[in-house]
């Protein structure tokens, strides 16, 4: 099975009012996910957002998760998604397959 990679980017820090413009973004705290099988595991960050140009802004009500996580991948970059991803797929790897686990003696 592969593995199913989500966003979650609903939290975010905003700027009260920036340029006659009400709740600007300006930090996005995020976590991305992956999940196969019952085994998960998630990277959490931050990331800021540019606030210099508001020619392009969207009223904050208007945002999904779907429209910040899309600002999270381009400020990243593919080559950063794809490392998490193969952070990812690592972990969960080790978590199906451990190469050491912890145990208590019980006498």
């Given at each position: ?14 700027f ?16 991305y ?27 904050f ?23 998490f ?23």
């Amino acid at each position: 099975m592969a593995i199913n990679y989500t966003w979650d980017c609903k939290t975010v820090d905003v700027f009260p009012t920036k340029d006659s413009k009400a709740n600007v973004i300006h930090t996005i705290h995020w976590r991305y996910t992956g999940t196969e099988d019952s085994h998960s595991q998630t990277i959490i960050g931050i990331t800021g957002i540019d606030t210099e140009d508001l020619s392009s802004f969207t009223e904050f009500d208007a945002l999904t998760n779907s429209d910040i996580s899309s600002w999270v991948e381009s400020s990243l970059g593919s080559e950063k998604i794809d490392e998490f991803k193969e952070e990812i797929e690592k972990k969960i790897s080790e978590l199906k397959a451990p190469v050491s686990i912890t145990k208590e003696i019980q006498h």
